[in-house]
C-alpha cells in the first residue's frame, strides 16, 4: 500500500503513451519537473508523485495499491487483468475515464499470401502474439482450437520466421502489417489508454483530491471534442 500521502500516479516513462502523459497532467495543472531521469518526479504545485515505469507493470502497481492511479492501455491492463486472475491475485481497479490518446485494436493477421480466410483455417495453426491472455479467451469465444506462441516483441516477423501461422498483434496505421504481407483479420480488442483507480483507495484528501482533477480531465477532453 502508498501509505504515503501524496496522491501517487504512474504513468510509462518511455514509449508510446508518455508523452500525452505528460502534457494531460500539465493539462491538469500539475507541475513537474521532469528533466531528470528519475523514477519518480514531484509536483511542485500539488501533494501528488508521478512514477515513471514499463507499461506493463502499471496495472498491477495500481492493483496493489503501490500507487493510487495509473495511465495505461486498456490491452495491458485486460491482459494482466486475465493473468493475475489465472495466478488467484487481486485484479480489481477502478476505472476512471477512458483517455483521448493511445487509441490502437489488437487484431488477427497471417500472410497476405494466404488470401482471405475464415475463423475456421485458424485450427490447428499457431498464432504469435505479446497478449496470450485476451487471445486465448477469444479463441475460446470462438471455439477455435489453435495454439498461442507467446513473444514480447517482433511478433510481426514471427510468420516469416516459422515461429507461428499468424499473429494477433496491436495495429494503429496498419504500416507494420502491411511492411511484413500480412493481411489484417479480426479484432479482438479496441484500446485507449484509461486512467485507473486503486479500487481500495479509501485517504479522504487524496479522494477529494482525485475529485478535483477528474471534472479538468472532462473539461479537456471536451474541449478536444
Ligand atoms: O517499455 P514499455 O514496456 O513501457 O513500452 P512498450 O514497448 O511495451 O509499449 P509501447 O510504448 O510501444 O506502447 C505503449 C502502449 O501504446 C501500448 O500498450 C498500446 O496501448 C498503445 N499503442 C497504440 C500501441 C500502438 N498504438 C502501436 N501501434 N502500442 C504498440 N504499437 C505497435 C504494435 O505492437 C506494432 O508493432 O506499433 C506497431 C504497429 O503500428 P502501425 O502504426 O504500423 O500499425
Ligand atoms: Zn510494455
Request: glycine fraction near 8%; charge should be neutral; proline fraction near 3%.
Amino acid at each position: 500500500m502508498n501509505t504515503s500521502n501524496r496522491l501517487r500516479i504512474a504513468i510509462q516513462k518511455s514509449g508510446r503513451l508518455s508523452k500525452d502523459c505528460q502534457s494531460l497532467l500539465k493539462q491538469l495543472g500539475v507541475k513537474l519537473n521532469l528533466r531528470e531521469q528519475r523514477l519518480i518526479a514531484h509536483s511542485t504545485n500539488m501533494p501528488i508523485d508521478v512514477l515513471r515505469v514499463r507499461d506493463d507493470d502499471i496495472p498491477g502497481l495500481v492493483m496493489d495499491g503501490v500507487c493510487d492511479l495509473g495511465i495505461v492501455g486498456e490491452n495491458v491492463l485486460v491482459e494482466t487483468q486475465a493473468e493475475r486472475e489465472r495466478a488467484g491475485q487481486s485484479n480489481a481497479v477502478k476505472k476512471l475515464s477512458k483517455l483521448d490518446f493511445g487509441y490502437c485494436r489488437l487484431a488477427l493477421a497471417w500472410p497476405q499470401e494466404l488470401g482471405a480466410q475464415s475463423k475456421d483455417w485458424f485450427n490447428g495453426k499457431r498464432i504469435a502474439t505479446t497478449y496470450p491472455e485476451i487471445l486465448k479467451q477469444y479463441l475460446v469465444k470462438e471455439n477455435i482450437d489453435a495454439s498461442v506462441v507467446m513473444l514480447t516483441g517482433s511478433v510481426e516477423v514471427a510468420p516469416r520466421a516459422g515461429l507461428a501461422d499468424a499473429i494477433c498483434d496491436l495495429v494503429s496505421t496498419g504500416a507494420t502489417l502491411e511492411a511484413n504481407g500480412l493481411m489484417q483479420g479480426d479484432t479482438i480488442l479496441e484500446s485507449n489508454a484509461c486512467l485507473i483507480q486503486n479500487a481500495n483507495l479509501n485517504d479522504d484528501s487524496k479522494l477529494s483530491l482525485i475529485n478535483k482533477l477528474l471534472p479538468r480531465l472532462k473539461g479537456v477532453r471536451q474541449a478536444k471534442e
